[in-house]
């Protein structure tokens, strides 16, 4: 719906990257059961036990919150996974709701020291495999998108 930043040379550029950098991207994905249509839908990276979030929509705005469904989804999978830290970028107002999970602003130099940390330790499992194990908090959306793709 819409123009988006994520162009072809971006997901190039991540998908093709050098096998030794720990770097790994994840897109999750909501999809309402009733429509098939896409309702939300998050973009990340994680280094270590240093998760990153650099971009998020939500397409379906109802009663629902599926941006917020996603988000709890993703911060179980996440916590699962060993995930330290889960960076969000520059508080926005919407993300007030969160404070009362844990979420807070961090100085940019403890930002930095979690960001070094996370970096040396190493997650207890991949966001991805725990998805296809069946221990993410919503079911997979079936067939091949199972990886990274769940349904509202």
Known sequence: KGGTWISEG?????IHRDPANR????????????TGELAAASFGLAIGSFFH????????????????IL????????TECGVMDW????RMEYMKEYEAHGAHEVPRAEY????????????RS????????????????GGALATTTVAL
């Open 126 to 141: 991949d966001p991805e495999a725990a998805v296809r194990a069946g221990r993410a908090l919503i079911e997979p959306r």
């Open 23 to 34: 770097v790994k991207v994840y897109a999750f994905e909501l999809w309402d059961k009733a």
């Open 53 to 68: 979030d650099f971009s998020m929509c939500c397409l379906v705005k109802d009663r629902r919150s599926a941006g917020a």
């Open 71 to 78: 988000s709890k989804a993703i911060g179980g999978l996440l």
């Open 10 to 14: 971006f997901i190039e550029v991540r």
């Open 87 to 90: 960076y969000w970028g520059s």
């Open 112 to 123: 930095y020291e979690r960001l070094r940390r996370g970096i040396r330790q190493e997650l």
